[in-house]
């Protein structure tokens, strides 16, 4: 069976500080990947896709980067963080087609102070 | 740019009543729409996919009705229970972003015993 994986479940960053979070998929093979952003009072925002290895879309110019090293792995990044950036990240994979839901990850709690 | 709805924001009901969460989209050139459960501080959870060519999916308790031609899905629940308390999440995938979802900002549920 498939499992998504993210790390950290929590974070807690001072204001221009980098971030680095990690999801991974267990399970399938060239999965679309995908970062969401949910903030309070928003609904979920689509940050960025991948539909393979070093493909990355973005959907919403600002100061984070996403990163597709290997297959199954995908990392959100920023080299300095905002206040604006706080909120619940989910990563969710599909297999690629119209037919299929989206699993999401446990999700990551991050607080810029 | 598709654009989902989702009313009422929030509902709270006795437990053992039936209820009716309402979606609605501006675009209806779908592939499908889905239900997602979310509970607080956690990822989502797969309730319920409707293809573009069919008109309702079952799952239990659980009913989810697309009218694609008028922009809307209904999710009925039947008979609740407190722990159907969260929130319920309406998204649709449209063919651009990768097979990325739009959600609505979602249903918030309390269920009261």
């Known amino acids: 069976s498939q499992t998504i994986h993210q790390w950290p479940a929590t974070l807690v960053q001072p204001v221009g500080s980098p971030l680095s979070l990690e999801c991974t998929v267990e399970g399938t093979s060239n999965p679309n990947l995908y970062w969401y952003r949910q903030a309070a009072g928003r609904g979920l925002q689509l940050l960025f896709y991948s539909v393979g290895i070093g493909q990355i879309s973005s959907e919403v110019p600002q100061n984070l980067s996403a990163s597709r090293p290997q297959d199954r792995q995908f990392i959100l990044s920023s080299k300095k963080l905002l206040l604006s950036d706080s909120g619940f990240y989910l990563c969710?994979?599909?297999?690629?087609?119209?037919?299929?839901?989206?699993?999401f990850g446990p999700g990551t709690r991050l607080t810029v102070l | 740019k598709q654009e989902v709805t989702q009313i009422p924001a929030a509902l709270s009901v006795p437990e053992g009543e039936n209820l009716v969460l309402n979606c609605s989209f501006t675009?209806?050139?779908?592939?499908?729409l889905q239900w997602f459960r979310q509970d607080p501080g956690k990822g989502l959870t797969s309730l319920l996919l409707?293809?573009?060519?069919?008109r309702e999916q079952t799952s239990g308790r659980l009913n989810a009705s697309l009218d694609k031609s008028s922009g809307r899905s209904t999710l009925y629940i039947a008979a609740s229970q407190p722990g159907d308390s969260a929130t319920y999440l309406c998204?649709?995938?449209?063919?651009?972003?990768?097979?990325?979802?739009?959600f609505g900002k979602g249903t918030s549920l309390l269920v009261t015993p």
């Open positions: 969710a994979w599909t297999r690629g087609d119209s037919t299929d839901t989206q699993y």
């Open positions: 675009d209806s050139a779908i592939y499908n």
């Open positions: 409707i293809q573009s060519s069919q």
């Open positions: 998204a649709v995938l449209n063919s651009n972003s990768g097979y990325a979802l739009n």
